[in-house]
């Protein structure tokens, strides 16, 4: 059994296996540094820097602007905020305007997303061109009248396009960057001159055919055959509802009868056109799937605009400015300093209840330290992630939880030295017990994390991902620093042998001998070697030499005779008996000379 330990037991490899896991994270991190975007420091929330406040007020196509309608305004824009990557921004509404304050300094992308708030819509394209103005050839001497009005058979009917529309397609210039504003209120059931969102193609588009608040969800992902194998190609994939099917289908039958670029369909945002693909086929179950020279990005951008594109209202950019920290550096000050005032508190207590134990505790926190601190530098580079104050709250929080998972190590340690155990066998039966404890409270941690950062908006959510974060830490760092440098500490005279500062000494623990069985007793230390033979024995848990045996119920002059055989379990009884009345008659002894020595 003791060979087997042995072999399980290699703390310098955990040790430099953590070692290697802490340089790579930060090698990464300072290559970012030299080649892409990522920073020595993390990146602050709103509270913390400041950042871009846009004031939208809305524009109610039909009826009244209600505070329902506001509120569900808020959830999409949400979500869209959050889905573009960037964490810890604030949506509020304030009477009858939406406020988005976005920290730091956000990409156009981003801000244009926040701006344009206008219904998603589906039209069908009529004609489309190069995005630069047409000259005219012959120009009209005398002013044309007014073209009557047409009434079109389909939506795909050319006979819409009128020589006013004609005229203000060829005049409409895309590379100009005022024409790509968006943020038109167009008439659903007219013709549309416009541009492609990105200045490169310009359009005729016939009257509304589906409305945006009809998609019921839009994905992206790698397209597959009918037989399941990947194409490799990156896709965006539609689902419409019961209304939105119904006229997805209708649209698709009429249009794959037309030529190009009759068959294909315009996707509206803003007034804009983000997509325009082509009908292949006719769609009956309001499922399409559009391809094309997709890329991961365009494809993930396209679903996105698809599913949040539809606003229940427009909105118009009322004012967009720069702010600064709601907070500042003033309340992250004072964040730290209580964090500071933590940690000394809980370093205070561990060297007085441990002594040199407690310099254990002060190494694990500063490694949890070590690895939030990288993670964190690492989310803010990857995911764009912001440290906010709620998010310092979290850390603060970390402390307590990992120091507790020291705690309940070290008093299962003391638990078995108390049992007569050597520091060597304690440490392993003490990390088996309290593992298992340690587990189940980070589990409960983790999972309360959880639920509080998917329920909750706003701060909070940063609170609970700094909780669930440092709890994965604490875990690694019990793992694979803590139980691994008590195996190596055990192994050094100054604990193994329980000096009085190493807070493992067994008297000031309140040691009582343990029957080993056989008629033996083990007792913690060496300081009995002396006094009693020490016999080795393969069944025993304690590596040989480590604790003191003594045989029990044999003379100094028949030990040696009395190693030999073996005892039955009433001898082993009577021997367990013997040993604890001879401890209690020693006990005696030294108790009544105190007293002759005070007399004296």
């Known amino acids: 059994m003791a060979t087997s330990n042995t072999r399980r037991a290699r ?11 802490i340089v790579a994270l930060f090698a990464s991190i300072f290559a970012g540094t030299k080649w892409s975007d990522a920073s020595t420091t993390p990146g602050l929330a709103l509270d913390l820097e400041g950042g871009t406040q846009i004031i939208l007020t809305p524009i109610a196509s039909e009826g009244q602007v209600t505070d329902e309608t506001i509120q569900q305004a808020i959830n999409v824009i949400r979500q869209r905020v959050d889905s573009s990557g960037v964490t810890e921004a604030e949506i509020t509404s304030q009477g009858k305007n939406i406020v988005v304050g976005l920290p730091g300094t956000p990409s156009d992308e981003t801000l244009d997303l926040v701006r344009k708030s206008a219904q998603m819509r589906f039209r069908p394209v009529l004609t489309y061109g190069a995005p630069t103005p047409v000259a005219s050839e012959t ?36 590379t100009d960057p005022k024409n790509l504003t968006g943020g038109n209120t167009d008439d659903a059931d007219a013709p549309l001159v416009t541009c492609a969102d990105d200045g490169t193609v310009k359009y005729i588009l016939g009257p509304v055919e589906i409305e945006g608040t009809e998609i019921a969800n839009a994905s992206s992902g790698l397209g597959t055959t009918a037989q399941g194998v990947s194409t490799g190609q990156w896709v965006v994939n539609i689902e419409f509802n019961a209304e939105g099917t119904k006229a997805f289908r209708d649209t698709t039958t009429r249009l794959v009868a037309l030529p190009a670029p009759q068959n294909a369909f315009a996707m509206v945002l803003d007034g804009l056109v983000i997509s325009a693909p082509t009908a292949n086929v006719a769609i009956q179950d309001g499922k399409a799937e559009i391809s094309g020279n997709f890329t991961r990005e365009s494809a993930a951008l396209l679903a996105n605009q698809l599913n949040f594109g539809s606003l229940p209202l427009t909105f118009e950019v009322q004012s967009e400015q720069q702010i600064s920290a709601t907070l500042g550096s003033e309340q992250l000050e004072k964040g730290l300093i209580a964090g500071a005032i933590g940690l000394l508190l809980v370093v205070i207590y561990s060297l007085f209840q441990y002594r040199a134990l407690g310099l254990v505790t002060v190494a694990s926190l500063g490694i949890a330290a070590v690895l939030t601190f990288g993670v964190i530098l690492l989310l803010s580079w990857t995911i764009g992630y912001r440290l906010s104050l709620p998010g310092v709250a979290g850390i603060i929080v970390a402390i307590g939880i990992t120091a507790d998972s020291f705690i309940v190590y070290f008093e299962r340690i003391r638990d078995e030295l108390r049992d007569g155990r050597t520091l060597n066998s304690a440490v392993e039966k003490g990390w088996d017990r309290a593992r298992r404890t340690i587990l189940a409270s980070d589990a409960v941690n983790f999972l309360a994390a959880v639920v509080l950062y998917f329920l909750a908006v706003g701060g909070v959510r940063g609170f609970a991902f700094t909780l669930g974060l440092t709890t994965l830490i604490d875990l690694i760092v019990v793992f694979m620093f803590t139980h691994p440098v008590m195996q190596l500490l055990a192994r050094t005279k100054f604990f193994a042998n329980g000096h009085p500062a190493s807070g493992l000494d067994p008297r000031r623990l309140g040691a009582n001998p343990r029957y080993a069985g056989r008629g033996r007793v083990a007792r913690a230390g060496a300081a009995d070697t002396q006094d009693a033979p020490v016999t080795a024995d393969a069944s025993s848990d304690e590596p040989f030499g480590s604790p003191t045996r003594e045989k029990v119920g044999a003379s100094v002059g028949t030990a040696a005779a009395g190693e030999g055989t073996r005892q039955t379990i009433a001898e082993r009884r009577a021997a367990a008996r013997r040993a604890a009345e001879s401890d209690a008659t020693t006990t005696d002894s030294s108790t009544e000379g105190d007293k002759n020595e005070e007399n004296l």
């Open 139 to 174: 120009p009209a001497e005398e002013p044309t009248e007014p073209t009557a009005p047409v009434t079109p058979t389909s939506p795909s009917d050319l006979a819409q396009i009128t020589p006013e529309i004609q005229a203000q397609f060829d005049a409409l210039d895309c």
């Open 11 to 21: 703390p310098v490899r955990t040790l430099v296996i953590l070692a290697l896991l």
